[in-house]
């Protein structure tokens, strides 16, 4: 895997954190140690990553290290914008490590943006729930029994 701990960023990470707008990296990093409400780590929506795979579990020829912007997960999968612009969705059993290249977002509770986004998402959701129950009731009283 690459190291960035020099502060640079890998050749495959480049052009994805100019494609994303090039933000300050210096203000997203890990913080692990000082009072407990200051600390900020782990992975979050479009960190750049790397993710060795289980050799056993993919095809031989195949490169175990999957590179690229995660996009977001499931309890079973991984979804990540590879280095080369594809999307790929990656089962968690596959996955023998994950590691953070750099972040490009701010953590979760600070990132405005993503609050937003998760309250609009939330909204939208509610409405599709309302709608449906709406379409089953007016469907559901012409069947029998």
Do not use: C, Q
Not at 25 to 44: A, S
Not at 52 to 72: H, K, S, V
Not at 88 to 110: F, G, M, P, Q
């Amino acid at each position: 895997m690459s190291d960035a701990s020099d502060g640079g960023l890998p050749d495959w990470a480049i052009r994805l954190h100019e494609e994303y707008g090039s933000p300050s990296l210096e203000e997203l990093g890990d913080v692990f140690h000082g009072p407990l409400m200051e600390r900020k780590y782990g992975l979050r929506k479009d960190d750049l990553v790397e993710m060795l795979l289980d050799r056993r579990m993919i095809p031989e020829n195949r490169d175990p290290l999957i590179r690229g912007m995660m996009m977001g997960g499931r309890s079973t999968s991984i979804d990540i914008l590879d280095e080369n612009g594809e999307f790929r969705s990656i089962s968690r059993d596959a996955i023998v490590e994950v590691r953070l290249v750099t972040h490009l977002r701010k953590t979760y509770i600070e990132d405005e943006e993503l609050l937003k986004f998760e309250k609009d998402d939330m909204k939208r959701r509610s409405e599709v729930h309302e709608m449906t129950e709406k379409k089953m009731d007016d469907h559901g009283s012409h069947l029998w029994g």
